[in-house]
């Protein structure tokens, strides 16, 4: 069944349209950047949204989900979580058509949601479509499978729909460390490509708390991401800046994201998703982290895999001692990091970007500017 799926998708139309292939590890060719990512609110779900897209680095946008649409709370289950996934669509349609790249591969449908009917109700013509978006399919942590995987898939083969085939596997529930993690990732990804008929897949290991921000972690990505793009002919992704504690404008959602990119292009990824940080903190995303996580994964591209190990390891001490969200900076809200009207990052973010910036450059990593 693997063997039949094709080694490149399209998604996107027109000017805007992307084209993910399978990528080697240390290979010069550079992997297609989709950035965002956090939980917004409806009066920022545009303007931070706008604020990833306008990036020139930016080939398309993920994983936005909203706490509220229209007035109605986003409940699983409620008419709110099905009105939240269809906004979540429609403004992000809105979005990248108002900053001049209408055809932009918006993400996975229904972000804002968990029920296969929210997912569902998104793709509409002025949504989520099967040119622009893909279906959550994927196993749940530990391996477990309900019918609305298989509800999801049936749904996305009968509509020429990509499925989102991922995987990650939570290091301290059901596999023990890193190998057990890594391991346990390729068999989920391996089930899912068969059940769901997916043209592309990722994984990993993750601490309990959905982190990939520690050293098992890492090594658990990049052995996962190493041994899929190396024995399939998909193209493999990787996560390009989520997987974090730090929040937006601080020096350590810097060092996150360079750490990450380091793991995750020098390992083969074809493409990165998720720009923002995990925890759970309402618009703290920006198009910043966005920018950095283009332009850092850009410059890495071709970078030998001891090499990218090797700067890991110099990075990681300046983060390890505050890698959990009581000690993590949460950093400042979009608000406070960008004009909203103008869509301009504040001059103290750009500022520390470029302090930080000069330093990857003193340890190898080669920006084009």
Known sequence: MIKSRPSEVKFGTGKDQITIKNRKPEEKTKPVITTGGGILSEDMFLPIVKSCAQEPTCQGINGFSLISAWGLDNKTGSPGEIMCAIAEGLWNREAVKSVGKPGLYIGLAGASALSPAGAIAA????????????????????????????????????????????????IGLLFR?????????????????AYGQGSLCMGGGMGSDGMVMRRESLASGAACTLALTNNLHVPVGGV?????????????????????????????????????????????????EGRIMGETARAIAGM??????ELINKLLPK?????????????????????????????EYTDLYARV?????????????
Request: charged letters at 20%.
């Open 123 to 170: 793709f509409h013509p002025e949504g989520y479509t099967k040119e622009n978006a893909q279906i959550p399919i994927h196993l749940f942590n530990e391996l477990k499978l309900t019918w609305s995987r298989f509800i999801l898939a049936t749904y996305a083969r009968l509509n020429g729909i990509v499925p989102w085939t991922s995987y990650g596997a939570a």
């Open 177 to 193: 460390n890193s190998e057990e993690a890594s391991v346990g990732a390729i068999a989920a990804l391996l089930a899912e490509l």
């Open 240 to 288: 390009g800046g989520g997987g974090g504690y730090a929040g937006p404008c601080t020096e350590m959602r810097v060092y996150e994201i360079a750490i990450i990119n380091l793991m995750s292009v020098a390992s083969g990824a074809g493409w990165l998703w998720y720009s923002g940080t995990l925890r759970t903190l309402i618009n703290y995303c920006t198009g910043m």
């Open 304 to 309: 030998k895999r001891a090499d990218a190990n």
């Open 319 to 347: 983060i390890e001692d505050k890698e959990n969200p009581e000690k993590a900076p949460m950093g400042k809200s979009f608000m406070e990091c960008y004009d909203v009207k103008t869509l301009t990052p504040s001059k």
């Open 357 to 369: 910036k000069k330093e990857l450059i003193d340890y190898g990593i080669e920006y084009e500017y």
